[in-house]
């Protein structure tokens, strides 16, 4: 079947007892058993719940895993990810991660596992680092990045880490299962923020994992019933519900996002802009190779620096001030001062995360009052 018609049917058959065309929502933590250790199938609900059940299959059918788990956030799931790196053991990581990510990896750091951040979009560098010793476990992968929008070369990657039995994961948050399948290029495990693109409609948090292979899915199940950070019953639902307008509302992102980035690249209060579709991005040819789109992320640096950045975002009317992305609805976002102020300073100009700096999630409103808005605040 053709996405579309897979985002709307695959794993989610109407129920077998009802003919419900929604899986029902099993708001219950606990399951009545046969007998003493004899369950029906679901014994505790943070074990198990048959919504998230639905969900965690949905998931993994969209991203071609041999399974998936759902979490209570993004970060739940990273960090259930990083429970099988015990002290002693070395993370390679990209230079450009979500924030949180990049505060769990220091956590890593101070229960004694070794974390070095590379630039992974020049291979170069994932060679050279897991050529080192001691040998890398993970390697820990963002692309396209937040919020600088890099893009690394996934089969590249993933073939030097099979050289050194490194695992990889991949945060496939700002692409989608619609743009960017991972597990096909070779990953192990991709990692997802659901309440973003998935979800939709910034009304949840979740996260998850997917698997490409049936033996780590087993070991993380475990890993998820003894963490417990899991997603209640009716944020399941409310993700599954965004999974079936996913096509729809991703193909309406990127084409708003490469309107959005086309005239953020023409204006002259603009410094630069970042976005995959641009031919003038470093990255534009690997993205065209590993992604169905550019998705709808879009990051630009205005020439004044902050106190134009403090105009322009007062100014806005239809892009809202806000974290978060991956809704419906467009926001802008200040990375050094709200999703990456934790990343001290000198890293984060190092990194290219200046104070001119304006991440757009551009959602899917008619293009023109976007451009408008723009228009109208960088006046
Ligand atoms: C939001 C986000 C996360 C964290 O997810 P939460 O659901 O907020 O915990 C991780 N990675 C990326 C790329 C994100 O955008």
């Not at 410094?271 to 990051?299: K, N």
């Not at 134009?308 to 100014?315: A, G, H, L, M, S």
């Amino acid at each position: 079947m053709e996405w579309d018609t897979r985002l709307i049917h695959d794993g989610q058959e109407p129920d077998p007892q009802t003919g419900a065309v929604n899986v029902p929502v099993y708001l219950t933590s606990t399951y009545a058993e046969l007998a003493p250790g004899k369950a029906r199938g679901f014994v505790y609900s943070r074990t198990g719940n048959p919504t998230r059940a639905a969900l965690e299959r949905v998931l993994s059918r969209l991203e071609g895993g041999a399974g998936a788990l759902a979490f209570g956030s993004g970060l739940a799931a990273t960090s259930a990810l990083l429970m099988a790196y015990p002290s002693g053991s070395r993370i390679v990581a990209g230079d450009d991660l979500y924030a949180g990510t990049w505060r769990l990896l220091q956590v890593a750091r101070s229960h004694g596992v070794r974390v070095d951040f590379i630039d992974t979009t020049d291979l170069a560098n994932v060679r050279r680092a897991l050529a080192e010793r001691p040998k890398a476990d993970l390697l820990y992968l963002e692309t396209p990045t937040n919020p600088l929008l890099k893009i690394t070369d996934l089969r590249g990657a993933t073939a030097v880490a099979r050289e050194h039995g490194t695992r990889v994961a991949v945060d496939n948050t700002f692409a989608s299962p619609v743009l960017q399948r991972p597990l096909a290029f070779g990953a192990d495990v991709v990692v997802h923020s659901t309440t973003k693109y998935l979800g939709g409609h910034s009304d949840l948090i979740g996260g998850a994992l997917v698997f490409r292979r049936r033996s780590l899915l087993e070991k993380y199940r475990w890993y998820q019933n003894t963490q417990g950070g899991v997603p209640g019953p009716l944020d399941c639902f409310l993700v599954l519900r965004g999974i079936r307008t996913m096509g729809l509302r991703v193909r309406a992102h990127c084409k708003n996002a490469a309107r959005v980035a086309d005239f953020l690249s023409h204006h002259r209060r603009v410094a630069r802009t970042l976005y995959p579709g641009l031919m003038s991005h470093p990255g534009h040819a690997v993205a065209r190779r590993q992604m169905d789109d550019y998705g709808g992320m879009v990051s630009a640096e205005l020439k004044g620096g902050l106190a134009e950045v403090r105009r322009v975002v007062r100014r806005l009317k239809v892009f809202t001030l806000a974290e978060s992305l991956g809704g419906v609805e467009s926001l802008v976002n200040v990375p050094a001062l709200m999703t990456h102020r934790s990343v001290p300073k000198a890293l984060r100009e190092q990194q290219g995360i200046r104070e001119g700096l304006l991440r757009f999630s551009v959602g899917v409103e008619d293009a023109r009052d976007l451009t408008d808005d723009l228009a109208r605040a960088l006046a």
